[in-house]
């Protein structure tokens, strides 16, 4: 079956320091991988997405994220955290048959000063 | 880029009333909305596929009478929760794909939902 996973539920990092959170994806095309960032109480924004191509996309707010086919992995990068980054961080995948989201568990984000 | 307005952002309800949550598109057509749940601490569950014009496709273990969906036009989408009780207490959020952009989805600032 498909999924999404995200094995860090919290990542704490100082500010200024670099970002990697990490999503792996079970998925037997060639997946759509999103990430997303939810602040409390809010709905998702949109930071990147990988369709083809390039398989390093950027995004928005010095945000980054490589797609490894071999490791079936989606990490989001970020080489200088501020504070404003602490907020959750979705993964997804589109799934073609049943034209769906499938989003990871989350990971909060923590930076401290 | 696209906007998707969902409204309100948050209702409080007495327990066996029914609460509708409203979710546009606002500068984009958008054939298929989504609808989830989001628990606290927890990622989004889908509930249903809202399909212009056509019936809703329930996630499995959604109940269709009490989550009723109507997606009448290409810019609005409704889920209304009936018979409200504590424990539809949740967080809402919608997301409608442009029909134009096929797999990209822009999602609500979601709706707080609390039965009292």
């Known amino acids: 079956a498909q999924s999404v996973t995200q094995p860090d539920i919290h990542i704490t990092v100082s500010e200024g320091a670099s970002l990697e959170l990490r999503c792996n994806y079970s998925?037997?095309?060639?997946?759509?991988l999103f990430w997303y960032v939810q602040s409390p109480g809010q709905g998702l924004q949109l930071l990147l997405k990988?369709?083809?191509?390039?398989?390093l996309v950027q995004g928005i707010k010095g945000f980054e994220a490589e797609f490894k086919r071999s490791q079936s992995s989606f990490n989001l990068r970020k080489p200088s955290v501020h504070w404003s980054d602490a907020a959750e961080y979705f993964c997804?995948?589109?799934?073609?048959?049943?034209?769906?989201?499938?989003f990871g568990a989350g990971t909060i984000l923590r930076v401290k000063s | 880029g696209a906007v998707v307005s969902q409204h309100p952002s948050w209702v409080i309800c007495k327990s066996g009333t029914s609460v509708k949550i409203e979710c546009r598109s606002l500068?984009?057509?958008?054939?298929?909305m989504f609808w989830y749940r989001q628990f606290p601490k927890q990622s989004l569950m889908l509930m249903a596929t809202?399909?212009?014009?056509?019936?809703?496709?329930?996630e499995q273990g959604v109940e269709k009478d009490k989550f009723l969906i109507n997606h009448a036009s290409l810019t609005l989408s409704t889920l209304t929760v009936t018979s409200a009780h504590p424990e539809d207490s949740s967080f809402y959020i919608c997301?409608?794909?442009?029909?134009?952009?096929?797999?990209?989805?822009?999602f609500g600032q979601g709706t707080r939902l609390t039965v009292v």
């Open positions: 990988y369709f083809s191509g390039d398989t």
């Open positions: 997804a995948v589109y799934m073609e048959y049943g034209n769906k989201l499938v």
């Open positions: 998925y037997g095309a060639t997946p759509y």
């Open positions: 809202s399909n212009e014009g056509s019936k809703a496709t329930y």
């Open positions: 500068d984009f057509q958008a054939t298929t």
């Open positions: 997301s409608a794909r442009d029909s134009g952009k096929n797999t990209e989805a822009f």
